[in-house]
């Protein structure tokens, strides 16, 4: 890329904290003195909120980058400091997960009930003849089994790949021999969308494929019928008749806790790998700084699904090593009405949510009446993940679900970084809607230019961690020259994160998505993200994904796809003038280089399962090329619905 990216979106405003959260905050704003001052000594203070069997005799190695080590020659159990410890401290009888299955049955599971079946299964799982560092598959819905199944792995030094519920039996098993798991855990189905849907022939189909599994354990969720073979075994014939005794043994620092694959677009997938005790460190620490956990009234819930990071880091690990009562919900958003999240919001009394901002702007969508119906006065903080939150989309889910009050805490990180590592302090910072704001206590993140020098406040390039973090992905399965070419090499002695930031004349961060979805207009950079911004910020809008198009005379021009609300009439010469409006809205609001040379209005938009814009088929339509790989699309008819549904305007 030639130059650094554009500075082009403001915005002005910004919210304190409020008072009573500043006051009664678990993390001030000493912390980040203290950081600066002894980074490693700071680490080693959260590592101190652990129990650890044998203390660390130092903090980091990193004689030999990019390949870490951190609290060297420490061991310690990931489920002890999950589970055995809170039940020790008398806290048994507190509840860790009120779960909520999609059709409406529900399970209350306490910390001592948790703590049981997690060495049920740890015993089953030994009696199947696995040991510490064999590798296990999780491919399994949202149900308590996925975090008993996680935890179990780790209270007997198994790796766990957990993957996602939703991917095919290709992906399935790519991802199992990539790590020549021994053993999958799975269920017969689970509940999608008002129906059961069957994973059990997923697996079985997966599992032709792979010679290393022995043994396929079966929960029962769904009792839909399934093919049974020689190497299937229920969970509640194996698992549930186990001891429930079993002694957790620690392990070192880092050991091997587990590999989760982030598929790149084209590429084959990447097993990134994490370790036991610097991964545990700064989830643990990460959810109690930046949600601010109060684990005697807090009822948290984290939307995320199991199978990607967030859910590994913030269902299972963060909030259980702190002790949490936590909200575990099966299903989607819309079944059976679009008001479930806030009715499950009302039902527990959830003082935390933690979302995505796709899902935010499809709430947008829906209308704020959905919302309004139900109290949602419990609600104390938000937080968002995934994506650049757009400032309308934030702005909204201040007001609409955070009743003006509650602090958003936009959070930035990714599979790789394993934690949290740009947010807020909800009880410190005066968020700015848009912004993930600063590193955290303990955190360098910096952008730099091409040339690998620290952009100057007002100035965009490249976001980079200059230095080591305890949850950092040690490596990629298998592959560590991947591990080097891929994320150490495009800077010396910096991690890349692939992502494009921009500071402001304050110094405060802003993400603006993924450079290669950057667009070079007339020899400028422009990021996506801020023209979708500033398409958001239409009141006749409700979703946008902008991409840059082959042009002639510009090099790319933008082009925009947009969603408009539900109340916005798109027909015909109503269409056209919207579309006319729009354009001259987002040149008024970032300036003429940033006019999209075309905007078409749609009914949907191409998303990963993870719930992020698919830019590149995108690409493909403002091209009029023939559309790539669509397997990864969350639902593969979008795009049949974008052609039919189109309304272009040139
Ligand atoms: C990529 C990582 C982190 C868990 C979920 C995604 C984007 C993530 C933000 C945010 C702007 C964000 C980045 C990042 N991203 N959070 N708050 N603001 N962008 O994990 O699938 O590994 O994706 O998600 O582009 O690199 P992931």
């Given at each position: 890329?030639?130059?650094?990216?554009e500075?082009?979106?403001?915005?002005?405003?910004?919210?304190?904290?409020?008072d009573?959260?500043?006051?009664?905050?678990?993390?001030?704003?000493?912390?980040?003195?203290?950081?600066?001052?002894?980074?490693?000594?700071?680490?080693?203070?959260?590592a101190?909120?652990?129990?650890?069997?044998?203390?660390?005799?130092?903090v980091?190695d990193?004689?030999?980058?990019?390949?870490?080590k951190?609290?060297?020659?420490?061991?310690l159990?990931?489920?002890?400091?999950?589970?055995?410890?809170?039940?020790?401290a008398?806290?048994?009888?507190k509840?860790?997960?009120?779960?909520?299955?999609?059709?409406?049955?529900?399970?209350?599971?306490?910390?001592?009930?948790?703590?049981?079946s997690?060495c049920?299964?740890?015993n089953?799982?030994?009696?199947?003849?696995?040991?510490?560092?064999?590798?296990?598959?999780?491919?399994?819905p949202?149900?308590?089994?996925?975090?008993?199944?996680?935890?179990?792995?780790?209270?007997?030094?198994?790796?766990?790949?957990?993957?996602?519920?939703?991917?095919?039996?290709?992906?399935?098993?790519?991802?199992?021999?990539?790590?020549?798991?021994?053993?999958?855990?799975?269920?017969?189905?689970?509940?999608?969308?008002?129906?059961?849907?069957?994973?059990k022939?997923?697996?079985?189909?997966?599992?032709a494929q792979?010679?290393?599994?022995?043994?396929?354990?079966?929960v029962r969720?769904?009792?839909?019928?399934?093919?049974?073979?020689?190497?299937?075994?229920?969970?509640?014939?194996?698992?549930?008749?186990?001891?429930?005794?079993?002694?957790?043994?620690?392990?070192?620092?880092?050991?091997?806790?587990?590999?989760?694959?982030?598929?790149?677009?084209?590429?084959?997938?990447?097993?990134?790998?994490?370790?036991?005790?610097?991964?545990?460190?700064?989830?643990s620490?990460?959810?109690?700084a930046?949600?601010?956990?109060?684990?005697?009234?807090?009822?948290?819930?984290?939307?995320?699904?199991?199978?990607w990071?967030?859910?590994?880091?913030?269902?299972?690990?963060?909030?259980?090593?702190?002790?949490?009562?936590q909200?575990?919900?099966?299903?989607?958003?819309?079944?059976?009405h679009?008001?479930?999240?806030?009715?499950?919001?009302?039902?527990?009394?959830?003082?935390?949510?933690?979302?995505a901002?796709?899902?935010?702007?499809?709430?947008?969508?829906?209308?704020?009446d959905?919302?309004?119906?139900?109290?949602?006065?419990?609600?104390?903080?938000?937080?968002s993940?995934?994506?650049?939150?757009n400032?309308?989309?934030?702005?909204?889910?201040?007001k609409?679900?955070?009743?003006?009050?509650?602090?958003?805490?936009?959070?930035?990180?990714?599979?790789?970084?394993?934690?949290?590592?740009?947010?807020?302090?909800?009880?410190?910072?005066?968020?700015?809607?848009?912004?993930?704001?600063?590193?955290?206590?303990g955190?360098?993140?910096?952008?730099?230019?091409?040339?690998?020098?620290?952009?100057p406040?007002?100035?965009?390039?490249?976001?980079?961690l200059?230095?080591?973090?305890?949850?950092?992905?040690?490596?990629?399965?298998?592959?560590?020259?991947?591990?080097?070419?891929?994320?150490?090499s495009?800077?010396?002695?910096?991690?890349?994160?692939?992502?494009?930031?921009?500071?402001?004349?304050?110094?405060?961060?802003?993400?603006?998505?993924?450079?290669?979805?950057?667009?070079?207009?007339?020899?400028?950079?422009?990021?996506?993200?801020?023209?979708?911004?500033?398409?958001?910020?239409?009141p006749?809008?409700?979703?946008?994904?902008?991409?840059?198009?082959?042009?002639?005379?510009?090099?790319?021009a933008?082009?925009?796809?947009?969603?408009?609300?539900?109340?916005?009439?798109?027909?015909?010469?109503?269409?056209?003038?919207?579309?006319?409006?729009?354009?001259?809205?987002?040149?008024?609001?970032?300036?003429?280089?940033?006019k999209?040379?075309?905007?078409?209005?749609v009914?949907?938009?191409?998303?990963?399962?993870?719930?992020?814009?698919?830019?590149r088929?995108?690409?493909?339509?403002?091209?009029?090329?023939?559309?790539?790989?669509?397997?990864t699309?969350?639902?593969?008819?979008?795009?049949?619905?974008?052609?039919?549904?189109?309304?272009?305007?040139?």
């Amino acid at each position: 890329m030639s130059e650094t990216l554009e500075n082009l979106l403001q915005e002005n405003r910004q919210f304190p904290p409020p008072d009573a959260l500043a006051a009664s905050a678990n993390v001030t704003a000493a912390a980040y003195d203290e950081a600066a001052a002894d980074r490693l000594g700071f680490w080693e203070a959260q590592a101190r909120r652990l129990s650890w069997a044998t203390p660390w005799e130092s903090v980091l190695d990193w004689s030999n980058p990019p390949f870490a080590k951190w609290f060297v020659g420490g061991k310690l159990n990931v489920a002890y400091n999950c589970l055995d410890r809170h039940v020790e401290a008398g806290r048994g009888s507190k509840v860790a997960i009120h779960w909520e299955g999609e059709p409406g049955d529900t399970r209350t599971i306490t910390y001592a009930d948790l703590h049981r079946s997690v060495c049920q299964a740890a015993n089953a799982l030994t009696d199947l003849g696995v040991t510490a560092g064999d590798r296990v598959a999780i491919y399994l819905p949202m149900i308590p089994e996925a975090a008993v199944a996680m935890l179990a792995c780790a209270r007997i030094g198994a790796t766990h790949s957990v993957v996602f519920g939703g991917f095919s039996a290709d992906a399935l098993s790519g991802r199992i021999q990539d790590a020549s798991a021994k053993v999958v855990i799975t269920a017969d189905g689970g509940y999608r969308r008002g129906k059961p849907s069957g994973l059990k022939p997923i697996v079985d189909e997966a599992v032709a494929q792979c010679p290393t599994i022995q043994h396929v354990l079966v929960v029962r969720r769904t009792g839909q019928d399934v093919a049974w073979g020689d190497k299937d075994l229920w969970w509640h014939e194996t698992v549930e008749q186990a001891s429930p005794e079993h002694e957790a043994q620690p392990f070192d620092s880092e050991h091997p806790l587990f590999i989760l694959y982030t598929s790149g677009t084209t590429a084959k997938p990447k097993g990134i790998l994490h370790t036991t005790g610097g991964y545990l460190t700064q989830v643990s620490y990460t959810h109690h700084a930046v949600f601010d956990l109060k684990p005697d009234t807090d009822v948290f819930w984290c939307t995320a699904d199991i199978g990607w990071v967030t859910g590994h880091s913030y269902i299972v690990y963060g909030p259980l090593s702190n002790g949490a009562t936590q909200i575990m919900y099966e299903g989607t958003p819309d079944t059976p009405h679009k008001g479930r999240f806030w009715e499950i919001v009302e039902k527990y009394r959830a003082t935390i949510v933690y979302t995505a901002p796709t899902l935010i702007r499809t709430m947008m969508k829906w209308g704020e009446d959905i919302p309004a119906k139900f109290d949602l006065s419990s609600l104390r903080l938000l937080g968002s993940v995934g994506e650049p939150i757009n400032p309308e989309a934030w702005m909204w889910y201040r007001k609409h679900i955070g009743r003006d009050t509650c602090p958003i805490v936009d959070t930035w990180w990714q599979t790789e970084t394993g934690g949290i590592m740009i947010s807020p302090l909800p009880g410190v910072t005066a968020t700015k809607p848009g912004s993930a704001m600063t590193p955290l206590p303990g955190i360098s993140a910096d952008v730099v230019d091409d040339q690998g020098e620290s952009v100057p406040n007002g100035g965009g390039g490249y976001l980079v961690l200059r230095e080591p973090w305890p949850s950092m992905l040690r490596t990629i399965w298998g592959d560590d020259q991947r591990f080097v070419d891929t994320y150490w090499s495009r800077f010396d002695g910096m991690y890349f994160a692939g992502d494009g930031a921009k500071r402001d004349a304050d110094g405060h961060l802003w993400l603006l998505g993924r450079v290669d979805d950057v667009m070079l207009v007339s020899g400028h950079n422009i990021s996506t993200t801020e023209v979708e911004s500033a398409l958001v910020s239409h009141p006749s809008v409700a979703e946008a994904a902008v991409v840059g198009a082959t042009d002639p005379t510009t090099g790319q021009a933008i082009v925009a796809f947009t969603i408009p609300r539900g109340h916005v009439d798109s027909e015909g010469d109503a269409g056209e003038a919207l579309i006319a409006e729009l354009r001259n809205h987002v040149a008024k609001t970032l300036g003429p280089i940033a006019k999209p040379r075309q905007i078409m209005l749609v009914p949907e938009l191409p998303k990963t399962r993870s719930g992020k814009i698919m830019r590149r088929l995108l690409r493909d339509v403002a091209e009029n090329r023939s559309l790539g790989d669509v397997t990864t699309l969350q639902d593969s008819t979008v795009m049949d619905l974008i052609a039919s549904g189109m309304k272009t305007g040139k």
